[in-house]
Structures are given as C-alpha cells and as structure tokens.
Nanobody, 111 residues
Framework: VQLVESGGGFVQPGGSLRLSCAASGFTFSRYAMSWYRQAPGKERELVATIGTTGIYTNYANSVKGRFTISRDNGKNTVYLQMNSLKPEDTAVYYC?????WGQGTQVTVSS
C-alpha cells in the first residue's frame, strides 16, 4: 500500500490550497479515506472522511464550511480542497486508509 500526498505549501491567511493523495496497492474504490493533520506540539487530529462513493462526508468542526473532501475512484485519488485558510490550519496533513498513512505534506498559513 502506498499513499502519496502532494499540494502542500505556504499560503497567506484567506488563501486556498488543494491537497491530493494518490493511492495504490489496494482496491481504492472499496474503502473510505480520511485526511488527518498534526500541528507542532499537538496530537494528530481527524480533518475529514469520505465514503466509498463520495456521497458520505464528515468534517471536523474546525474546518466545516471551509474544507471539502472529494475522491476520484478512476484515478485512485482523494483530495482536500482548503479555502479561507487560517494560521491555525498550519500542520502536516496526512492521508489515511485503515492502518496506513502517507508521508504527509506541510501546509503553512502565515502572513
């Protein structure tokens, strides 16, 4: 199993980023996928989860209305669209499936 995140970077408050997670080594369309994040000195927290077809989604209260999780089963990829970013969104963002984690991608929100 491989989960490879991309799309992180540096952005000013109010800006947007789109994260991608390319999955391989398992039947992607059969499993829910999640994004987590971990800020310095804090525990890793669940950001969003998406069901197998994309109809079911769930978000942490801190990102509701600003972040959107989606997936493309044809491309074995899950996305996290992040809008209206805040400094408190600064963290390493991880893709997660069952017991597997990606390597993470850094998101830094600062003026």
């Amino acid at each position: 199993v491989q989960l490879v995140e991309s799309g992180g970077g540096f952005v000013q408050p109010g800006g947007s980023l789109r994260l991608s997670c390319a999955a391989s080594g398992f039947t992607f369309s059969r499993y829910a996928m999640s994004w987590y994040r971990q800020a310095p000195g804090k525990e890793r927290e669940l950001v969003a989860t998406i069901g197998t077809t994309g109809i079911y989604t769930n978000y942490a209260n801190s990102v509701k209305g600003r972040f959107t999780i989606s997936r493309d089963n044809g491309k074995n990829t899950v996305y996290l669209q992040m809008n209206s970013l805040k400094p408190e969104d600064t963290a390493v963002y991880y893709c997660f499936y069952r017991d597997y984690w990606g390597q993470g991608t850094q998101v830094t929100v600062s003026s």
